[in-house]
């Protein structure tokens, strides 16, 4: 409140960048023009709007995971596994925004795949279906030892030893003082320590690489320390928590391939996805519209200033969704829409506390501040209230209730931010006059 003018500018800045995020794809004089794309070294999006199933079309699969001969204890890093693994097929043919979730009902435990814009259907059925390859590859005899470490994946080639002779891989701390942080261990079949025993002596000090459906696990590879006779081995390096035990999992995948049933599949076609958007654009408009001759009618030069902080705030709002690659379902979009009631909430306790206390004689300046000051604790309670609860739908619900708890809760905090930023500061800038 200080610095009224620095913010103001900030506010016009902002208002610009989110424009140029939202300007749709349009032809004029023979021109194309479209939003701002981000292409750096570090970050990279296109920012285009994603949708999900229900709006792009595509179809949703329900697989159950048959966990016959799997041991019990070993069946939730299996489910686990055939879940990345499906992600990573998927994503193989280029789908964006496809979500892979698991599930457990009747004591069957199953995964969701939804692929959204997906025109080979079948194709992505037997990519998902089919059972995962892992391989031990060792170095060409042909390329040279001395840049194996960076070597292309290209220089590798077959060792014999594949997954269906690794037992399990298990991340774990580790116990060397000279290498801290977590390591991978892994627990080969009588078969394969017979194989890991000819190849560790035979490459010795040389890189085994490790390859799951022909693409590169751990990269740049292990190298062979020492020979291993008993079928034991360890793959140390800058492992965390984290990173070990997805190592572990991808490894897993291999050695516990977990067949999948198609128990049902649901096609929605693009046109139904196409009446969904155009239903949604209405419907956000119909909002937008209705609270805004709501708070222009009743408020009128008060709600001057609470429309145009509510323009920003559904700029903004857009601009978030792009930026962070949020999935806009049908479910996200009524989170969005919920939210923009919520944004109009703040302002009418705001503008309720200044009318008392223009009517109890207090002039303008300081009846913005009473009221901004005495609203607040209103407008925390109830926005920090709906937080938790979005925290808690997006915990314990599935895809359509996460996607609602995200567009919501983005909702909200831009929501706080257009309430007591922009308004406060449009109002003591344009309506007390004192910038």
Request: no cysteine; glycine share 8%.
């Amino acid at each position: 409140m200080k610095k009224p003018r620095a913010i103001i500018i900030f506010i016009f800045v902002l208002t610009l960048l989110a424009i140029l995020i939202n300007v749709p794809k349009a032809n004029f004089l023979g021109r194309e023009f479209s939003h701002i794309k981000i292409n750096t070294k570090f970050y990279k999006n296109d920012l285009e709007p994603k949708l999900g199933l229900d709006l792009a079309g595509g179809v949703q699969l329900t697989m159950s995971a048959d966990m016959t001969g799997v041991d019990l204890g070993d069946q939730p890093s299996a489910l686990e596994s055939a879940k990345n693994i499906v992600e990573q097929r998927i994503n193989s043919l280029g789908v964006a925004e496809a979500t892979v979730q698991t599930a457990k009902t009747a004591g069957q435990k199953m995964l969701v795949v939804e692929i959204p814009g997906i025109s080979d259907i079948d194709q992505a059925i037997d990519l998902v279906k089919k059972a995962a390859h892992l391989e031990f590859r060792i170095i060409s005899d042909n390329s040279l030892l001395d840049s194996t470490t960076s070597a292309n994946p290209a220089n590798y080639i077959s060792s014999g030893l594949t997954g269906k002779d690794l037992k399990r891989a298990i991340a774990s701390p580790s116990n060397d003082p000279q290498t801290p942080g977590y390591t991978v261990d892994l627990e080969f079949n009588s078969d394969g320590a017979k194989k890991l025993e000819q190849i560790t002596t035979d490459h010795l000090n040389q890189p085994m690489a490790m390859f799951l459906d022909e693409k590169p696990v751990s990269w740049p590879p292990p190298t062979i320390r020492s020979a291993i006779a008993d079928g034991k081995a360890q793959i140390s390096g800058n492992f965390d928590s984290a990173s070990a035990r997805d190592l572990a999992i991808q490894l897993n995948t291999g050695a516990l391939p977990v067949p999948l049933k198609i128990e049902s599949q649901t096609r929605i076609g693009p046109t139904i996805g196409r009446d969904a958007i155009e239903k949604s654009i209405i419907a956000t408009i119909i909002g937008l519209t209705s609270v805004a001759l709501f708070m222009l009618v009743y408020y009128r030069i008060l709600g001057l200033f609470a429309v145009s902080a509510l323009a920003l705030y559904s700029l903004l709002v857009f601009s978030a969704f792009k930026f962070l690659g949020v999935t806009l379902t049908l479910a996200g979009i009524a989170g969005f829409v919920l939210s923009i009631g919520m944004a109009v909430d703040a302002n009418i306790l705001i503008f309720e506390r200044i009318k008392e206390e223009i009517k109890w004689g207090k002039p303008k300046h300081e009846a913005l501040f009473a009221g901004f000051d005495r609203a607040w604790s209103s407008i925390r309670d109830s926005n920090i209230s709906s937080l938790i609860t979005t925290v808690i739908l997006f915990e314990f619900g599935t895809g359509p209730i996460k996607g609602f708890a995200v567009t919501l809760a983005i909702g909200i905090l831009i929501s706080m931010f257009s309430a007591i930023t922009v308004t406060r500061n449009l109002l003591k800038t344009f309506w007390v006059g004192k910038i």
